[in-house]
């Protein structure tokens, strides 16, 4: 990644998703990716995060939410995915997965034309399940079987840890090695398609996702390669969507840890929070936590901290007549409130030195800028706003939501 590249900021992308069946028609100037594995492994999500949007259904349960093949697409993303049947944990759902992708596949070679050409495969693997057994590389091979060679590329969902990553990857070549059938593996790539909290203070950002995208359209035919757009707009764009993932769960983390008995303008537990938000955010942007980076997320922190900027938004809260509030639910958006704008100024700030046109060194730079953000929250309106919501003020991603929504239309 080259983080000097001069890059302009990216416009939503809309996402298109039809369901496959014989004859459906695709443009032949994009490369179709196959993506299989278990139910529950990820692959909606991995999808959503990829597409840049909410699209491919996601749940929780023993059973999975794709039930048909469906083709997904992004104007900005020169290759399609194709989200199979999740294999089910038993006898009756492995069949029904590899006869659906079969059934397809069939369907494919027998319509022919480059159009319908599988140019890839992602086998998505569960990163948290430790293992990973050779009858799940068998379902693979048996579903696949008419694309022999077509490239392979391992994608280790779920892989929240840089030990569980190098366990993952020994683990997925292992399970490759002892196979008799010959597979076209090609790349083992751990993924973190969403943010997840660790604890209250650590997150696991989503991260691998441009690295994915990336080896895709490398091993995409010479073809769909020139045909490709600027791929430094789609990694900027997916860098952003991500960051704002990570500003939306610490908001939410806030709005809960803030809702304490305790004046908020006194109370430090936000700090740890909002380190491990400005650290997950520089991690999307693909920038570890060395000395430089260090002091230019310390510095964001100081203008930052919950006694200095929480004093100043209760000062105008106190100025707004009438106002009825549980002291919990105030401090719950107080502290979401600051986590929020913290987020979004860190976003801009790495942004900015991503795209090169500031470096961590500008620390004057970024600390005034976080200050005006901080002192542009006019938590007067937001409050009335937020009371004159039909929805409930009790809960902490209700909260966050609201703060995020009303914090965008204030741009």
Known sequence: MNHNEQMQPAEPIEADVVSVSEGTVIEPDKGNVLVIGNSGVGKSTLINTLLGEHRAETSWGTEGTTKELKIYESDDVPFRVIDTVGFEPTLLGEHRAIGAVKKWSKETLKAGGRERQINMIWFCVDGTSRKLFPKTIQNLTRATSMWKSVPIVVVITKSYSTPDREENIRMVNQAFAGQKRSCNLQAVIPVVAETYMLNESAYAPPEGITELIDKTVALMPEGIQAAAHDMSQVRLSRCRIMAHGVVGTATAAAATVGAVPIPIADAMLLAPLEAGELNAIAMVYGYRKDERSKVFQESIIKVGTISAAAKAIISAIKAIPGLNIAA??????????????????????????????????????????????????????????????TESLTDAKTIAKLILKLLKNKK
């Open 328 to 389: 919990s639910t105030l401090n719950a958006v107080i502290a979401g409130t600051i986590a929020a704008a913290i987020g979004e100024a860190t976003i801009y700030a790495y942004e900015q030195v991503y795209l090169g046109k500031k470096s961590f060194e500008d620390i004057e730079w970024v600390q005034q800028m976080v200050s005006e953000k901080l002192a542009g929250l006019n938590v007067g309106e937001l409050i009335p706003q937020l009371l004159g919501s």
